[in-house]
């Protein structure tokens, strides 16, 4: 039996909100449940189910004792469907969301609501997303459909537009985040730089501390500092191969730092020391727009790295896209 999920401490002014749409009786038939990754999104969903069909009337969150507690602590309540990614699978399937639509069209059998979460919603294909909309376009009574998407961007706008969005923002350094962020690292290990080095999402910073994301992070610094300086494309995409989608996802935050750093200056960046003196000097040739389509760019590339046979073509063309930068400034110093 497992524990049932409760908010992360960053989460709780989102959670507070979603718990006065439940006593106001003001739930949509669908939640768009909105951020970086890193936040814990997909925990905040099932910590929101639990509470949805726990049959206690608990104002805050699950009881932890009821019928439902126990049903969903084994993972077998009936009111309960989870798509999620099946194993091998990159994307969620057509047939899983035909399922789902199955499933709405029953009566709950304990809870006044029944709960579908669908996560990562983005990793929809074209099939099941269309499956989706006609859920969404007809819902049924008595059925909450919550999605959760790094990249809500990604899904189909007419979904979007049929959801009630729930942005997570950035986890603040404060006391409470940071008591659970220093919690699950080493000891000795500074939490708040942790933090603003990933971002703000606190998930992210013990995957970058305890899951090998510090080496990740340093190679793609070095890879985009010798693409600056005319190293080929082939060459530093070949550095960060051995896990592509985690270079992508730290090319994403440095370049989203560098874009701070630039807009805002030194005061608004999360880093500090000789990492900061190095994304200064990548900075100070290019300019915001061209920063900010190289980020689009790596905004888009995770779900092209969907059955992408050969993901080092398409780190490569990013890089080519980030040396033009710099190669373009080079040339008009030169005239």
């Known amino acids: 039996m497992t524990d049932l999920p409760q908010p992360y401490p960053w989460q709780l002014g989102v959670w507070q ?22 936040l814990g999104k997909r925990h905040l969903a099932e ?10 009337g608990h104002t805050q969150g699950a009881c932890g004792r009821c019928r439902g507690c ?15 990614l099946l194993e091998a699978k990159k994307d969620l399937t057509v047939q899983q969301v035909r399922e789902a639509i199955a499933f709405q069209e029953l009566k709950p059998q304990y809870a006044r609501h029944k709960v579908i979460v669908v996560a990562p919603a983005e990793r929809m294909n074209e099939s099941s ?13 008595g059925t909450l459909l919550i ?19 729930v942005q997570l923002p950035p986890a603040a350094a404060d006391a409470d985040t940071l008591s659970w962020l220093t919690a699950q690292l080493p000891a000795d290990t500074d939490a708040e730089q942790a933090l603003r080095l990933a971002n703000h999402a606190p998930l992210a910073a013990v995957q970058l501390v305890t899951g090998g994301g510090a080496g990740i992070r340093a190679a793609v610094l070095d890879g985009l500092e010798a693409a ?10 070949g550095g960060w191969s051995g896990d592509v989608e985690a270079a992508v996802y730290w090319a994403y935050v440095t370049v989203s730092e560098l874009i701070r750093l630039k807009a805002a200056g030194t005061g608004s960046s999360s880093l500090r020391g000789s990492e900061l003196r190095r994304l200064q000097a990548l900075g100070e040739p290019v300019d915001l727009a061209g920063l900010y389509r190289v980020l689009d760019r790596l905004q888009e590339a995770p779900r092209l790295l969907r059955g992408n ?3 080092q073509i398409l780190l490569e063309e990013i890089l080519v896209h980030w040396a033009a930068l ?8 030169t005239r």
């Open 70 to 84: 126990h049903l969903f602590q084994m993972g077998n309540h009936p009111d309960l469907l989870r798509v999620y």
């Open 147 to 165: 999605l959760v998407s790094d990249r809500p961007a990604a899904l189909l706008p007419t979904i979007r537009s049929r959801c009630q969005l």
């Open 17 to 38: 909100g979603l718990l006065r749409r439940v006593d106001d009786d003001r739930l949509p038939h669908a939640l768009l449940l909105a951020g970086p990754a890193g």
């Open 309 to 311: 046979t050969n993901p």
């Open 47 to 56: 910590a929101f189910a639990a509470r949805l069909l726990c049959e206690s």
């Open 228 to 237: 600056a300086q005319g190293a080929l494309a082939s060459g530093v995409a």
């Open 129 to 141: 997303a269309n499956a989706l909309l006609k859920t969404l376009e007809e819902p049924a009574a």
């Open 326 to 333: 710099y190669a373009r400034r080079s040339v008009a110093r």
